[in-house]
């Protein structure tokens, strides 16, 4: 069985940090890349970063690129995302998802794209 439980969220200042981490269970990121979304309330979810299992490859969507870094341990199959600079509107419940393979070039942060999903950690950015 599939398991994607994300750990890390909670309050934050703006400016602080956080670091949010996916551990995967049945599946191994040596085969499955991993990308981090996110959804506010009343939004639509968004893509936020990706890695490929593959070569290591990284994708940031433009609101995070520069703040947020991606990486992984694959001794630990676990997936981090370490993010810095928080602004207010980071505030959203982040998931990991799981994918074999991404069907084309530029939908690394498609969420239609991806086989597993983990449950959401809330992160919150407040003063």
């Known amino acids: 069985q599939v398991q994607l439980v994300e750990s890390g969220g909670g309050l934050a200042q703006p400016g602080g940090s956080l670091r949010l981490s996916c551990a995967a269970s049945?599946?191994?990121?040596?085969?499955?890349?991993i990308g981090w979304f996110r959804q506010a309330p009343g939004k639509e979810r968004e893509g936020v970063s990706y890695?490929?299992?593959?070569?290591?490859?990284?994708y940031y969507a433009a609101s995070v690129k520069g703040r947020f870094t991606i990486s992984r341990d694959n001794a630990k199959n676990t997936v981090y995302l370490q993010m810095n600079s928080l602004k207010p509107e980071d505030t959203a419940v982040y998931s990991c998802a799981a994918v074999g393979y991404v069907t084309g070039w530029g939908k690394e942060l498609s969420p239609y794209e991806y086989d597993y999903w983990g449950q959401g950690t809330q992160v919150t950015v407040s003063s």
């Open positions: 049945g599946l191994s990121l040596d085969y499955y890349s």
């Open positions: 890695i490929s299992s593959a070569d290591d490859s990284t």
